[in-house]
């Protein structure tokens, strides 16, 4: 009986995980398609070495993603601050 309990609420946390990871910023769907390289499938933004790049953004999300990363890059250095989307992973 107790065995059937545990795996009903390991079913149940699996199942709820990709919730969890979508909602929650620091669970975000990271992937390494390259040495170098991680991409936040999240919020699509590539990095390189730690900082976002617009090149491969475009090569992994396509036009559109490249061209929001180039204005978040812009409004970032403008205002000086960080934007919402970026966050910057410990380089690979």
């Known amino acids: 009986m107790e065995a059937k309990k545990m795996s009903t609420v390991f079913l ?3 199942a709820l ?9 620091a669970v975000a769907r990271f992937f390494s398609p ?13 990095y390189v070495r730690g900082a976002p790049s617009i090149r491969m953004t475009y ?6 993603a490249a061209r929001q ?7 970032q ?6 934007t919402h989307r970026m966050l910057y992973p410990e380089p690979a």
Not at 17 to 25: E, Q, S, V, Y
């Open 12 to 14: 149940i946390g699996l």
């Open 17 to 25: 995980f990709p919730i969890d990871a979508t909602l929650n910023p």
């Open 34 to 46: 390259e040495p170098g390289v991680r991409c936040n499938s999240s919020a699509r933004v590539c």
């Open 59 to 64: 090569l992994y999300f396509g036009e559109r």
């Open 69 to 75: 990363l180039r204005r978040d890059l812009r409004r």
């Open 77 to 82: 250095q403008e205002r000086r601050r960080y």
